[in-house]
């Protein structure tokens, strides 16, 4: 099993920066795409920034410019930094990685518990 642990939300003001970070453990053969999603209340679960195993990145429209992903692949840990936060950011932040048990088994969905960010105006 794969288990997804986030860390690094809270509360800033308008226009600070947080850094999330999504470590991944137990008995895993690979780890493939790892990704970030979030949620705000009331919302579907959005996905805005992903990363492949060879570093490729996507970004939605709403965080370009402002966010960036990052991983490492040895330490099995994605990242996040947000700088420019605004109001419109705040939602429960959770990470995803698509990985693979052992050679047998197929890709699959793994998600973090989530985490809050929250931007004061």
């Known amino acids: 099993q794969v288990e997804l642990m986030e860390s690094g939300g809270g509360l800033v003001q308008s226009g600070g920066s947080l850094r999330l970070s999504c470590a991944a453990s137990?008995?895993?053969?690979?780890?493939?795409?790892m990704g970030w999603y979030r949620q705000a209340s009331g919302t579907q679960r959005e996905l805005f920034a992903t990363?492949?195993?060879?570093?490729?990145?996507t970004y939605g429209d709403s965080v370009m410019d402002r966010f960036t992903i990052s991983r490492d692949n040895a330490k099995r840990t994605v990242y996040l930094q947000m700088n420019s936060l605004k109001p419109m950011d705040t939602a429960v932040y959770y990470c995803n990685a698509r990985a693979r048990l052992n050679l047998l088994t197929s890709m699959s969905d793994y998600w973090g518990q989530g985490t809050q960010v929250t931007v004061s105006s």
């Open positions: 990363i492949s195993w060879r570093g490729d990145r």
């Open positions: 137990g008995s895993v053969f690979g780890i493939g795409d």
